[in-house]
C-alpha cells in the first residue's frame, strides 16, 4: 500500500504561482511513477504531468511552458510547480503513484490516488 498527502493548493490571481506537494509513504519501493490530474466542475480527469523514476517527464500540451514537475527521493515528495496560473487551471489537483498500463485503452492509469487539493484561479 502506498499513501499519498497532497498540500499547497489555495486562491491565486490570474498570473501568479503555486506549488503542490505530494508526500509518498508505505510502500515507496513498489512506485514506478508519479503524476498529478486534474478535474475541474463537468469535466472529466485529466492527466496534467508525470515523473517516471527515472526521472522522465511529460506534460499535457495546456501546461507546458508554465508547470514543471519534479521529485525529491530523500523525501519521497514530488511537487507540481505551476506558474503564470489561469482561471481555466482552476480544478481539484490530484496526487496519483504507481503507474501500469491499462491493456484495454493502451492508456496509464496509477494504482493509488491522493486525496485532492483545490486550486482556484481568480481575481
Known amino acids: 500500500q ?5 498540500s499547497g493548493g ?10 503542490l506537494s505530494c508526500a509518498a509513504s508505505g510502500s515507496i519501493f513498489s512506485i514506478n511513477a508519479m503524476g498529478w490530474y486534474r478535474q475541474a466542475p463537468g469535466n472529466e480527469r485529466e492527466l496534467v ?11 499535457a500540451d495546456s501546461v ?15 511537487y507540481l510547480q505551476m506558474n503564470s496560473l489561469k482561471p481555466e487551471d482552476t480544478a481539484v489537483y490530484y496526487c496519483a503513484a504507481r503507474r501500469y498500463l491499462d491493456i484495454a485503452t493502451m492508456e496509464w492509469q496509477y ?13
Open 10 to 19: 489555495g486562491l491565486v490571481q490570474p498570473g501568479g504561482s503555486l506549488r
Open 2 to 6: 502506498v499513501q499519498l498527502v497532497e
Open 111 to 123: 494504482d493509488y490516488w491522493g486525496q485532492g487539493t483545490q486550486v482556484t484561479v481568480s481575481s
Open 49 to 59: 504531468a508525470a515523473i517516471t523514476s527515472g526521472g522522465s517527464t511529460n506534460y
Open 64 to 78: 507546458k511552458g508554465r508547470f514543471t514537475i519534479s521529485r525529491d527521493n530523500a523525501k519521497n515528495t514530488v
